[in-house]
């Protein structure tokens, strides 16, 4: 529900900033030519078409497939169809972030070009062009999603360290008691390190928020997109390979993230590539490793596939269609907003 709110009340400011530029074609032209483009130059020092065509799949492969709050959903579906279905749909909803966000931040550029803080765009949108009342409205919106999104991953946090760690490694006789008690305990500790990791972030300085969260699930997601992948696509992927990569493969990415978001920062040292572009290093290294791992660890585990692999898992002709429109309208709307 919130997110239904948030879309609607996106959409009603879009279209309100809109018509206080006075039409599309104000738009248009109000800005310079580049901002309609999606694909910059490999020479752009923000978003090189390089980096986001080898850095996004990395975090994409782990925000779909791993995120844990994401997953849960994908199993509460009643069959295999409609799970994927419900992705393809989330997919769609991405592509809402054109009209609602991106150019949300163009109209802002226009309507407010002395902003000194990009990451207030959004909010003086909101207070310039929405009544008193409606700014209410949208606090709460924007409260909600985020409570939303809150519950959603301490919930799978709590779920997962729960029934996969404490009672399959360290208290397999606990009772649900002992269960419960521990699901509590994970969800405060969840809490007091996400505002750890709050303030840690907001102590990042030389990018922009949305680059901030960026970076910093691109640190997060390469040992999860190569254990995924592997573990689906490549039948002799070998337990300890996995163990290695989510253990000493995460320490890695993620003591490479530190070093480039606060230790010896970007602005401070240029010889950093872009950071999604240090994204997929880290996940060619690790695939690397995680291969080389398998063939040489003969005695190793491999990992089972499970029966549903083969036929059962082929999409029905429904989700073929649905996700070849959903790439098709991508790519026209690459094509689109590359041409000026």
């Known amino acids: 529900m919130g997110i239904d709110l948030l879309i609607a009340v996106s959409l009603t400011l879009t279209v309100l900033g809109i018509i206080k530029v006075g039409g599309l074609s104000n738009v ?10 999606l694909v910059r130059p490999a020479s752009d020092p923000k978003y090189p078409w390089v980096a986001i065509l080898l850095g996004y799949p990395v975090s994409a492969v782990a925000f779909f497939c791993t995120d844990q709050a994401m997953v849960q959903s994908v199993l509460g579906a009643k069959s295999l ?10 997919g769609w909803l991405k592509i809402l972030s054109l009209p609602l966000f991106i150019l949300t931040g163009v109209l802002c550029f226009i309507l407010f070009p002395n902003l000194k803080d990009p990451n207030e765009a959004y909010m003086t949108m909101v207070t310039s062009l929405f009544p008193p009342g409606m700014n209410g409205l949208v606090i709460v919106v924007l409260i909600a999603v985020l409570v939303g999104t809150i519950g959603s991953s301490l919930n799978a946090l709590s779920t997962v ?7 399959k490694k360290i208290n397999p006789a606990a009772t649900n008691k002992d269960i419960i008690r521990m699901g509590r305990i994970t969800v405060v500790v969840g809490c007091v390190i996400s505002v750890l990791v709050v303030l840690a972030i907001d102590n990042i300085k030389g990018l922009n928020l949305f680059d901030v969260f960026q ?14 992948l592997l573990t689906v696509f490549w039948k002799r992927t070998t337990q300890r390979a996995v163990n290695l990569i989510l253990s000493a493969g995460s320490a890695f990415s993620l003591g490479t993230g530190v ?4 230790v010896f920062t970007a602005d401070k040292y240029p010889i ?4 999604l572009l240090l994204s997929f290093y880290i996940f060619a290294v690790l695939m690397v490793s995680a291969i080389l791992i398998s063939l040489t660890d003969s ?4 990992f089972e596939h499970s029966a549903i692999h083969g036929d059962l898992v082929k999409p029905t002709k429904r989700v073929w269609l649905l996700w070849g429109s959903l790439a098709a309208v ?7 907003f590359n041409g000026h």
């Open 81 to 90: 169809e409609q799970g994927q279905m419900g992705v393809n749909f989330i």
């Open 161 to 167: 360290f729960t029934m996969d760690v404490y009672v």
């Open 215 to 228: 970076s910093v699930l691109g640190f997060i997601a390469p040992p999860l997109s190569v254990v995924f």
């Open 330 to 336: 991508m790519v026209v709307l690459y094509i689109v």
């Open 272 to 275: 950093w590539p872009h950071y």
């Open 28 to 37: 248009f032209h109000g800005v310079p030519s580049e901002f309609w483009n």
């Open 259 to 262: 070093l480039y978001l606060w």
């Open 299 to 302: 005695k190793g585990v491999v």
